[in-house]
């Protein structure tokens, strides 16, 4: 159901303010939301002063720097710092992204960092991706084959194989799914952009032999049918991919094909 | 702890040509649905009686009444052109980051546009 406004344990409340002591004067004023499963409180949202001067280019340094220098209570995820792992998936300056690679010179005034929208919120930035996990194993993302016999590799066309360019890429980091307002308000039902852009990978592979069945399988009003394209999925993705064409790919082999 | 809040989500979320449009295309297709069985009332009205037909004319030529219709015909003109550009993505086309901004803002501006062409037509036409 479409619901706007937060339910009541939701609302962000203000919250505490770190004045800066290092005495720089080049701040900026980072405001981060935050919550404590700990208390029975609503979420807050602390405002940081950082010291620009000894920080980085990215968001996850200034992340980073609030909880080795400032405040260590902050709970966000991370691993690589390179784009290729997806945990530092985050909200900032109302754009879904990874935090090591969005640089914060690309956000205008203070910094707004929020966890992953529309989702079910543990601890501070980071957000329960159970659901989109769960949605993810639902389209069986291994590929499958029947014969038994078989026991050389299966070739595949150096045309065939250039179809999984700008789908497998993707490092499920969820950027896109909770961007869009469809899986926000769907999000029980509807596969959202980055389970459809799987689907999409294994429909499209030329050594997978239940294409069919996987068509029939997401043909379905909500499972596919809830994308209108809005395209915030493709502006969210920080890998550069599009999801939005590849739910229309899908919703065009099934218009064309008799499946 | 099931007590877990919900993460802010339409709040927060910072809009662009294509979520913008693609609202606008839902709103202005509940504003067409209201126009057309408004209209359907006032083809009614006048079969009912020549009398009605004068209280509508009269109607329409107030502030108000010009506000209606030349929101209806943006409303309708902004529905169409915002559909066509849906029509060329469902055949996979133009949802190159560019393209979607370039054919946002040609469904925006074109929009008002055709509001004043069918204005200035309409009002040659009188």
């Given at each position: 159901?479409?619901?706007?406004?937060l339910?009541?344990?939701?609302?962000?409340?203000?919250?505490?303010?770190?004045?800066?002591?290092?005495?720089?004067?080049?701040l900026?004023?980072?405001?981060?939301?935050?919550?404590?499963p700990?208390?029975?409180?609503?979420?807050?949202?602390?405002?940081?002063?950082?010291?620009?001067?000894?920080?980085?280019?990215?968001?996850?340094?200034?992340?980073?720097k609030?909880?080795?220098?400032?405040?260590?209570?902050?709970?966000?995820?991370?691993?690589?710092?390179?784009?290729?792992?997806g945990?530092?998936?985050?909200?900032?300056?109302?754009?879904?992204?990874?935090?090591?690679?969005?640089?914060?010179?690309?956000?205008?005034?203070?910094?707004?960092?929020?966890?992953?929208?529309?989702?079910?919120?543990?601890r501070?930035?980071?957000?329960?991706?159970?659901?989109?996990?769960?949605?993810?194993?639902?389209?069986?993302?291994?590929?499958?084959?029947?014969?038994?016999k078989?026991?050389?590799?299966?070739?595949?066309?150096?045309?065939?194989?250039?179809?999984?360019?700008?789908?497998?890429?993707?490092?499920m980091?969820?950027?896109?799914?909770?961007s869009?307002?469809?899986?926000w308000?769907?999000?029980?039902?509807?596969?959202g952009?980055?389970?459809?852009?799987?689907?999409?990978?294994?429909?499209?592979?030329?050594?997978?032999?239940?294409?069919?069945?996987?068509?029939?399988?997401v043909?379905?009003?909500?499972?596919?049918?809830r994308?209108?394209?809005?395209?915030?999925?493709?502006?969210?993705?920080?890998?550069?991919?599009?999801?939005?064409?590849?739910?229309?790919?899908?919703?065009?082999?099934l218009a064309?094909?008799?499946? | 702890?099931?007590?877990k809040?919900?993460?802010?989500?339409?709040?927060?979320?910072?809009?662009?040509?294509?979520?913008?449009?693609?609202?606008?295309?839902?709103?202005?297709?509940?504003?067409?649905?209201?126009?057309?069985?408004?209209m359907?009332?006032?083809?009614?009205?006048?079969l009912?009686?020549?009398?009605?037909?004068?209280?509508?004319?009269?109607?329409?030529?107030t502030?108000?009444?010009?506000f209606?219709?030349?929101?209806?015909?943006w409303?309708?003109?902004?529905?169409?052109?915002?559909?066509?550009?849906?029509?060329?993505?469902?055949?996979?086309?133009?949802?190159d980051?560019?393209?979607t901004?370039?054919?946002?803002?040609?469904?925006?501006?074109?929009?008002?546009?055709?509001?004043?062409?069918?204005?200035?037509?309409?009002r040659?036409?009188?």
């Amino acid at each position: 159901m479409v619901q706007i406004s937060l339910p009541k344990n939701s609302e962000v409340k203000k919250g505490k303010y770190f004045k800066d002591k290092t005495g720089s004067k080049n701040l900026r004023k980072v405001n981060i939301y935050r919550w404590d499963p700990s208390t029975g409180d609503n979420p807050r949202i602390d405002t940081y002063e950082v010291d620009m001067d000894n920080c980085p280019s990215k968001v996850l340094d200034i992340l980073n720097k609030i909880k080795n220098e400032i405040d260590s209570t902050l709970a966000y995820r991370r691993s690589c710092a390179h784009g290729v792992c997806g945990s530092c998936a985050m909200n900032m300056g109302g754009k879904n992204g990874l935090a090591c690679t969005t640089p914060h010179a690309e956000i205008d005034g203070d910094i707004d960092i929020y966890p992953l929208p529309h989702l079910k919120v543990k601890r501070d930035l980071i957000g329960d991706l159970d659901g989109l996990y769960k949605q993810y194993q639902s389209i069986e993302p291994w590929l499958k084959n029947n014969s038994t016999k078989q026991t050389t590799e299966i070739y595949q066309s150096k045309e065939d194989r250039a179809k999984l360019d700008g789908a497998y890429e993707c490092i499920m980091c969820a950027c896109c799914s909770t961007s869009c307002p469809s899986y926000w308000w769907n999000g029980d039902k509807y596969l959202g952009p980055a389970v459809l852009l799987q689907a999409y990978r294994w429909i499209i592979d030329s050594r997978d032999e239940e294409r069919k069945a996987r068509l029939k399988k997401v043909a379905d009003e909500f499972k596919l049918y809830r994308c209108h394209t809005i395209l915030n999925c493709t502006n969210a993705c920080p890998k550069g991919l599009n999801p939005a064409k590849a739910i229309a790919e899908i919703k065009k082999m099934l218009a064309t094909a008799n499946v | 702890m099931e007590n877990k809040p919900l993460s802010p989500h339409i709040q927060i979320y910072k809009w662009h040509i294509s979520s913008l449009v693609s609202i606008s295309h839902r709103i202005t297709g509940i504003i067409n649905i209201l126009a057309i069985t408004l209209m359907c009332i006032w083809f009614a009205l006048i079969l009912l009686g020549e009398s009605n037909y004068e209280i509508i004319k009269i109607f329409l030529q107030t502030f108000v009444g010009k506000f209606i219709l030349i929101g209806i015909t943006w409303s309708f003109s902004f529905q169409m052109l915002s559909e066509i550009r849906h029509l060329i993505m469902d055949f996979g086309y133009g949802f190159d980051l560019k393209i979607t901004k370039i054919t946002g803002l040609l469904v925006i501006f074109g929009s008002l546009i055709l509001t004043i062409l069918i204005y200035l037509i309409g009002r040659g036409l009188n």
